[in-house]
């Protein structure tokens, strides 16, 4: 068996001594060309494939971004102006409550007086009532006195 090892060491010594350590034969120039044939193919069926995915896919993230962008102006444009609307929106309400509590207030005040009027009408006729009462009960109390007294000047007179 190491006669076998031995004879294999020597083949190679002497295969080594041909061709040195770079033997130009065919075999360099057909690597070459089988090296780009294999290149090509694979940028045929592999590479081209998936760089137009690739392209694709890049052309509609592009798109879309530029789409989500515009979308993204015109929403911010819409919350301006609605913004805007609901300021002007909130100005009219408060200039309408402010004239309703005007009114109000007039009317308030108009109820007010004219419940002030009646009332003193009110006082006036009651005690317009009450002086003609009393003017009533004054004549007939001084009535009854000049009765009484005629009837204590009799008494006493006869007497």
């Not at 076998?4 to 770079?22: H, I, P, Q």
């Not at 002007?88 to 402010?98: L, W």
């Not at 002030?116 to 006195?145: D, H, W, Y």
Request: no cysteine.
């Amino acid at each position: 068996m190491t006669f076998f090892t031995f004879l294999l060491a020597v083949e190679s010594v002497e295969e080594a001594k041909k061709g040195g350590l770079f033997d130009f034969n065919a075999t360099l120039p057909l690597m070459v060309i089988q090296f780009l044939v294999l290149m090509v193919v694979l940028n045929i069926i592999f590479y081209k494939p998936i760089s137009k995915v690739l392209d694709e896919r890049e052309e509609y993230i592009r798109t879309s971004l530029t789409d989500a962008s515009q979308k993204l102006l015109k929403a911010d444009e819409l919350a301006s102006r609605y913004e805007q609307d609901l300021a002007i929106a909130r100005k009219e309400a408060q200039s309408i409550i402010s004239e309703s509590k005007k009114e109000a207030q007039q009317i308030v005040t108009t109820k007010l007086q004219e419940a002030q009027k009646e009332a003193e009408n009110l006082v006036v006729s009651a005690s317009a009532q009450l002086n003609t009462q009393k003017e009533n009960a004054l004549k007939t109390l001084e009535n009854q006195v000049d009765i009484l007294s005629d009837q204590i000047k009799s008494k006493l007179l006869i007497t």
